[in-house]
């Protein structure tokens, strides 16, 4: 799909709920200078921020938060005119005032230039209050004048198990029309996700990911940090709701569907629903989920310190700050393929990747033991690659086997060409009315039914968490299952990036 925007489209208004708020900082608001920098936003565009920060401390925040994560310092050219371009509105969030006066503001803008706008509402809120601010903003601010639209982002956590999301989702519907929500999971919009379905449906040779071929998938999410000083948040939700229910089980689809018959949203996100309604709930049988304690061997700043320790944690807690979920897509192409979902925090490593393990060559003519299996690895993070382990001859004399990679790392083969962050990716794309990488209601519920039946018995019944050293593998337990369901580890071969020969 074509990312570019049409510049001499209707004026747009982007207006973004708790700016202050530090996702907003870290990522929002640097997308949006970046994407204004590069011109790839329409011409005619203005930025809203809708807080409680007193009035003049608006610019000197927005000036620190870009100072801090994008860097810039000059206040001339491109980046004045961006400060120019960003209003603010003062308003609660639970009262009708606030939302008035943005409509107000937009509606001045309209006037202003003389067409009817554009609307684009993000809400990067806690989801406590996503419920008043939709409700007021159908109520006061919602705008379909002429051909222009009003479009509205959501965040995630998109509820907290089947029930709460379903509330959500009947409360949206009756507010919007679908094609009005977009509900963000920022990993579709990661440039080597959206290679999924290049490399799986526009090339002959890798064509054959189907349950005769593939012995095993791994999908990961590693972080070599803990909590960060925000156990108190996280304890309310864990591992598994915060990365494997959404972003990994979104990867799966991804990795699992039948090919579309288009590249039209719709088609796509069908076939993704196939995929998880062909998943049974997990159960706690083909779970390992895990909690860092305290590594004293560990020069990591936050190793001195285990998650039970962490401050706002209850000393019974049982979240999860690691979770390895074996599944299993009940249909044709993949009956008998385990699919490993593993995340976790205070991990070894930092990185994010899928790993398709193929099945050993049949009628293997070498000495036992020499061959390993083929993988597929696409790296999501960092240092974004494909690369395929496989197996060729010794150099030299003799007629042994080694292990090497067919090679493909962005940084190495793309010199100079800067990968877009995945929020200006997903911007763009609610810009040009695209929903290809935005998840929708159903896709949420069944996503939601895999995992609630798991998430209530470990609350519940107040199961355990196994320990893991911070700065370890994980869990002993989750090296055993996988063992169990098939994946081969072998310890002999790691792939070195390019970059850092």
Known sequence: MDLTVDTAALPCVIVVFGPSGEFAKKKILPALWTMYREEVLPSNIT???????????????????????????????KYA???????????????????????????????????????????ALPPTVFEPVTSLL??????????????????????????SSAKLSEHLAG?????????????????????????????RLLGGWNRDNVASVMISFKED??????????????????????????????????????????DIRNEKVKVLKSIAPVTID???????????NSKHPEAAVGYLDEDGVPKDSVTPTYALAVLRVNNERWDGVPFFLRCGKGLNERKAEVRIQFREVPGDIFKNGELKRNELVIRVQPSEAVYYKMMTKTPGMGFGVDETELDLTYNDRYKGIRLPDAYERLFLEVINGSQINFVRTDELDYAWKIFTPLLKKIENEKIKPKPYS???????????????????????YKWTSPNKL
Not at 59 to 66: F, G, S, T, V
Not at 147 to 152: D, G, I, Q
Not at 232 to 244: E, L, N, T, W
């Open 47 to 77: 930025f809203v921020g809708y807080s409680f920060v007193r009035s003049e401390m608006r610019i000197e925040m927005l000036q620190a938060i870009l100072k801090q994560n994008c860097k810039v310092q000059a206040q001339y050219g």
């Open 81 to 123: 005119r961006f400060l120019r371009s960003f209003l603010y509105v003062t308003g609660k969030y639970h009262e009708d005032d606030g939302f008035k006066d943005l409509n107000a503001l937009v509606e001045g803008i309209e006037d202003k230039n003389g067409k009817p706008a554009n609307r684009l509402f993000y809400l």
């Open 138 to 163: 159908k109520k006061h601010c919602m705008n379909n004048k002429g051909n222009s639209w009003s479009r509205v982002l959501i965040e995630k956590p998109f509820g907290h198990d089947t029930e």
């Open 175 to 203: 507010l919007f029309k679908e094609e009005q929500i977009y509900r963000t999971d920022h990993y579709l919009g990661k440039e080597m996700v959206q290679n999924l379905m290049v490399l799986r449906f526009g090339n």
């Open 225 to 266: 940090f803990g909590t960060q000083g925000r156990a108190g948040y996280f304890d309310k939700s864990g591992i598994i709701r915060d990365v494997m229910q959404n972003h990994l089980m979104q990867i799966l689809t991804l990795v699992a569907m039948e090919k579309p018959c288009s590249l039209e949203a719709e």
């Open 286 to 296: 083909d779970v390992v989920h895990g909690q860092y304690i305290a590594n004293a």
């Open 470 to 492: 911070f700065g370890s593998r994980g869990p002993e337990e989750a090296d055993l299952l996988m063992k169990k369901y098939g994946f081969v580890f072998t310890g002999t």
